[in-house]
């Protein structure tokens, strides 16, 4: 009664528990299942990639425009991997062009696009996991969890996000693409909602 109502409006973390227990007396479950939200479709960040490949961790800058179909992605020069080539691309995708600087030698040239255009965002067939708080007290963040399976010849791929229940603003991605045989794990931060300048998807002098 007045105490599992007071109990689930004062605390955050039982939201999903709350909502868990009205399933089990309802036979209106489905309805109480968050649907996906939406995502911004524009914003800059970072993040930390982690390739199940060759065991390396990635760190790079991204700049992300989900209405024009383009990103641009600078790599992290970390003082602790001395020798690594460390690269900028921009990719172009309403366009079919894509870039790759050299970041040390400057050389700039076209290349292939390294995937399909992948939106960070949940899919419209995605399937809710569950949620739960990071971190704890005032400073806890409620997220939710999606998964989906693509099964078209062309991408085929198994993912799972989570997403911020405020601002659905991403936070972790996995990514399996069988076709390829790849898998990578990413974690984003620092990531600024918002309009882009008009400079955002500059083309650098040596790309001309």
Not at 24 to 36: E, G, H, M, N, R
Not at 40 to 60: C, F, K, L, R, V
Request: net charge negative.
């Amino acid at each position: 009664g007045s105490s599992l109502s007071g109990t689930c409006a004062s605390s955050v973390a039982m939201k999903f528990f709350c909502a868990f227990l009205v399933c089990l007396t309802s036979i209106y479950c489905k309805a109480d299942v968050p649907k996906p939200c939406t995502a911004p479709t524009q914003w800059m960040g970072s993040s930390s990639e982690y390739d199940h490949g060759d065991g390396q961790h990635n760190y790079y800058n991204l700049t992300y425009d989900a209405m024009h179909h383009r990103i641009r992605v600078l790599e992290e020069v970390r003082a602790d991997r001395p020798g690594r080539t460390y690269y900028e691309w921009l990719f172009l995708y309403d366009d079919k062009t894509f870039y790759e600087l050299n970041l040390q030698t400057r050389d700039c040239k076209k290349i292939d696009p390294p995937r399909p255009w992948h939106a960070y965002e949940i899919p419209l067939n995605a399937t809710f996991e569950h949620g739960y708080e990071l971190g704890s007290g005032s400073a806890a963040l409620m997220v939710a969890e999606w998964s989906s399976h693509v099964t078209a010849p062309s991408q085929p791929e198994t993912w799972s996000g989570t997403f911020t229940i405020d601002g659905c603003i991403l936070v972790t991605e996995v990514v399996i693409q069988r076709e390829v045989n790849k898998s990578f794990s990413t974690i984003f931060y620092n990531i600024k909602p918002g309009p882009l300048s008009a400079n955002a998807f500059y083309l650098p002098p040596e790309c001309h």
